[in-house]
């Protein structure tokens, strides 16, 4: 994915501003924010005092965010991609950013759809990938409409 998209896969903390991007060694946590590699220039980490780290967010920085779905006591909870499109001044810098921010999440989007398979749950479509859907076939796991922890 890394390559098709041209995209850097970060973190969304780390001790120091430029240490955001992950390497190619699989790291822990419950997602990831991708950004085109363009337009890893217009980043902008803020950092919390108290805690001593950088943070990322959709909000403030050109990133997709990628929260993983989680799997919990047999049911597979959702994951989301998520990414804030942002209304610029037509004529500032950062329309253009957003513009290439549009576009690279379309692809994203595009890129993952074909990569998963639609799978049918009691309350609609949901998408999920190849070995996953198989182990929803066979009943291995269950899909679980809202998050861990929430009392819906």
């Known amino acids: 994915m890394q390559d098709e998209l041209d995209a850097a896969v970060l973190r969304e903390r780390a001790g120091a501003p430029e240490d955001f991007e992950v390497g190619d060694a699989p790291e822990k946590g419950p997602g990831r924010l991708l ?3 363009s337009l890893t220039g217009g980043l902008r980490p803020r950092h919390i005092e108290v805690r001593d780290e950088w943070i990322l ?29 942002g209304d610029p001044d037509p004529g500032a810098d950062d329309a253009t950013s957003s513009r290439e921010l549009a576009s690279f999440a379309n692809r994203l989007f595009t890129w993952m759809r074909s990569y998963t398979v639609r ?9 999920v ?7 929803l076939q066979d009943g291995d796991i269950a899909l679980r409409r809202n998050p861990p922890g929430s009392s819906i």
Do not use: N
């Not at 799978?119 to 998408?127: L, T």
């Open 35 to 37: 950004c085109p590699r």
């Open 119 to 127: 799978f049918e749950a009691e309350w609609g479509p949901e998408r």
């Open 57 to 85: 967010d959709a909000g403030s920085s050109p990133v997709v965010e990628w929260w993983f779905s989680k799997l919990d006591k047999g049911f597979l909870h959702p994951g989301r991609l998520y990414w804030v499109p």
């Open 129 to 135: 990938g190849p070995l996953t859907a198989e182990r």
